[in-house]
């Protein structure tokens, strides 16, 4: 069983960065996609960041210029930076990595922005 851990998150000033980590705990073979959704209290979850087979990537209108996502095939990890936080960033995020075998999450880390 293939697990996804999760680091980075935590309380930051509006402003400010944090940096989310999601390491599978074993190689993941025909990966599709990787990427980072968010669901905050009474909102339905909601695609933030996605990096595709071929690098190519997707982001939520809301977070465009301000989050990168990046990936790391070699220690099946994948990144999200975000940057310029504003309090309607405050969510649960969980990572999630969509291969041929299988659909994967993460258990979810607070991201919680707030002066």
């Known amino acids: 069983q293939v697990q996804l851990v999760e680091s980075g998150g935590g309380l930051v000033q509006p402003g400010g960065s944090l940096r989310l980590s999601c390491a599978a705990s074993r190689t993941i073979f025909s990966i599709n996609a990787m990427g980072w959704y968010r669901q905050a209290p009474g909102k339905q979850r909601e695609l933030v960041a996605r990096i595709r087979s071929g690098y190519s990537t997707d982001y939520a209108d809301s977070v465009k210029g301000r989050f990168t996502i990046s990936r790391d095939n070699a220690k099946n990890t994948v990144y999200l930076q975000m940057n310029s936080l504003k309090p309607e960033d405050t969510a649960v995020y969980y990572c999630?990595?969509?291969?041929?075998?299988?659909?994967?999450w993460g258990q979810g880390t607070q991201v919680t922005v707030s002066s």
């Open positions: 999630n990595i969509r291969a041929v075998l299988g659909d994967y």
